[in-house]
């Protein structure tokens, strides 16, 4: 069974743009969740989908968004990019969600710089 | 903000010695999870344990669970080179809405 799949590996970006990156879970998944991490805040929470629906968001700005396909595959998009936005964005699957009790399975993610 | 905190931040340690990892979390959960991120990668589950259980062991790693003081430990015995890592703890949000990890602890096992 193949794991998630993150594209892509490397992103390099200059402020005031926007990035789309794209996560496809392990086949079954149904919930999509993502995360950022820097070394400063550690993992923070974005947002969930569970089939098309966000479920749960964290508290970021509205230049952050997602969405789900109805294959369960993933983008977030995040728009006037700042210089702080720069960070390892992961993404992890699971079959119901893992606040549910469940393990939630990663992706290598995504490292964007943002310039 | 964050649910779990871990302690200590860093720990380093000599091959086959045991590290043993802090997890202090705010408010009541039904489970928690422990999970392991070799550097710039994705993170890994290692082992669940759920608010009814104590103490849970998988392989080389002893999990245990105490509500009453809100923390959990993660043991790792004969501590191994291939262990370094940061760990993380995991639980759910106040709202039961989201996982939500701590800052970490990074291990160095030196050989």
């Known amino acids: 069974k193949a794991g998630v799949t993150q594209t892509p590996r490397y992103l390099i970006k200059t402020r005031g743009q926007q990035v789309t990156l794209s996560c496809s879970p392990i086949?079954?998944?149904?919930?999509v969740s993502w995360y950022q991490q820097t070394p400063g805040q550690g993992l923070q929470f974005l947002f969930e989908?569970?089939?098309?629906?966000?479920?749960n968001k964290g508290n970021f700005p509205g230049r952050f968004s997602g969405r789900q396909f109805s294959n369960s595959r993933s983008e977030m998009n995040v728009s006037t990019l700042e210089l702080g936005d720069s960070a390892l964005y992961l993404c992890?699957?699971?079959?119901?969600?893992?606040?549910?009790?469940?393990?939630?399975?990663f992706g290598s993610g995504t490292q964007l710089s943002v310039l | 903000s964050q649910q779990g905190e871990e302690d200590p931040q860093a720990l380093s340690i000599q091959e086959g010695e045991n590290a043993t990892m802090n997890c202090s979390y705010k408010?009541?959960?039904?489970?928690l999870q422990w999970y392991r991120q070799n550097s710039g990668r994705g993170l890994v589950h290692l082992i669940l344990?759920?608010?009814?259980?104590r103490e849970k062991h998988s392989g080389r790693l002893r999990v245990t669970l105490d509500t009453s003081k809100k923390s959990s430990s993660l043991l790792i015995t004969a501590s191994r080179a291939a262990d370094t890592a940061s760990y993380f703890c995991?639980?759910?949000?106040?709202?039961?809405?989201?996982?939500?990890f701590g800052k970490g602890t990074t291990l160095s096992v030196s050989s």
């Open positions: 995991a639980t759910d949000n106040q709202a039961g809405t989201a996982l939500i």
């Open positions: 989908y569970f089939s098309e629906t966000q479920r």
């Open positions: 992890a699957s699971s079959l119901s969600g893992g606040m549910s009790g469940e393990k939630l399975f």
């Open positions: 408010t009541s959960i039904n489970n």
């Open positions: 086949s079954g998944h149904r919930s």
């Open positions: 344990i759920r608010s009814n259980e």
